[in-house]
């Protein structure tokens, strides 16, 4: 199990499709694929994200701090934006990787935007689902006390705006619940970076039931570029829509590729 050590903190990290790196036509910019607060790497792994990706790229998918199998620090103060783009860029040091393309879900979409404000050179692409660069309160995490799974939950739902299923409340608690409840940090406006986006290829994709779905509207009106709109999911399930956005997402990496490619 690979990981990334530096100081006190352990960043736990995998890598798919190396074995296609060197076939004819295979992308050398790797994908980055950064999940959703409370999700992990096996959260890429059960919506099939993983196996469309790897076939035509080298996959890497990041545990982020306070998630999966990554450190898990319990104090807010270890959580701020500037730390975790931090922890982004050293992992991709390590690996060796000047550039990629960025699929980011929910809190990994706000972290895409936080690299294009921080170091858009690094980004070739930007793929982002159910996040906005826009100010989003997580107020609702601050009545949360340690050891309170049902207080947790409650706030969860407030902040996604939508109840969640029995499943998904069992695997939520199974996330070590006070280091979440520090990492359930406002996230700050950066909306200063949108005529940066137009740099570069942009995706949004989003739930049609979800709430943040108005911003995201908003967002793709001001680049003028199509927004996704999976439907009949919220929040919490857009990342499982299946092929309506794994295809899409695929498809979208792949033209980026033949365009990038053949501009040089």
């Given amino acids: 199990m690979p990981f990334l050590e530096r100081q006190s903190l352990k960043l736990h990290y995998q890598v798919f ?3 296609a790196a060197n076939l004819p036509g295979h992308d050398k910019v790797p994908v980055l694929l950064l999940h959703g607060f409370s999700g992990s790497i096996e959260q890429w792994r059960m919506a099939g994200m993983i196996e469309a990706l790897q076939v035509d790229h080298t996959v890497i998918a990041i545990d982020l701090r306070g998630h999966g199998q990554s450190s898990k620090p319990r ?4 959580y701020g934006l500037q730390q975790r783009l931090h922890d982004i860029v ?7 990787i000047p ?3 960025l699929v980011g879900y929910s809190m990994g979409g706000w972290l895409g935007f936080g690299m294009m404000t921080q170091v858009p050179q690094m980004i070739a692409s930007l793929c982002v689902g159910g996040s906005h660069p826009f100010h989003d309160s997580m107020a609702a995490f601050r009545q949360v006390q340690k ?3 049902d207080t947790f939950i409650k706030a969860f739902e407030s902040f996604i705006g939508e109840p969640l299923s029995t499943p998904a409340k069992a695997m939520i608690v199974q996330n070590d619940l006070q280091a979440l409840t520090a990492a359930a940090q406002d996230r700050e406006d950066m909306s200063n970076v949108i005529p940066s986006l137009n740099s570069i290829p942009v995706m949004l994709f989003c739930g049609e039931l979800d709430q943040r779905l108005s911003a995201m509207e908003t967002l793709a009106q001001q680049l003028t570029l199509p927004l996704l709109v999976l439907p009949r999911v919220g929040h919490a399930l857009a990342p499982f829509a299946g092929p309506a956005l794994t295809s899409a997402v695929k498809a979208f990496l792949l033209n980026v590729s033949a365009t990038q490619t053949s501009s040089f």
């Fill in 17 to 19: 499709g190396e074995r």
């Fill in 75 to 78: 104090s807010p103060q270890q």
């Fill in 90 to 96: 050293e992992m991709l040091e390590h690996l060796h």
């Fill in 99 to 101: 550039r990629v393309h």
């Fill in 147 to 149: 050891d309170q799974p």
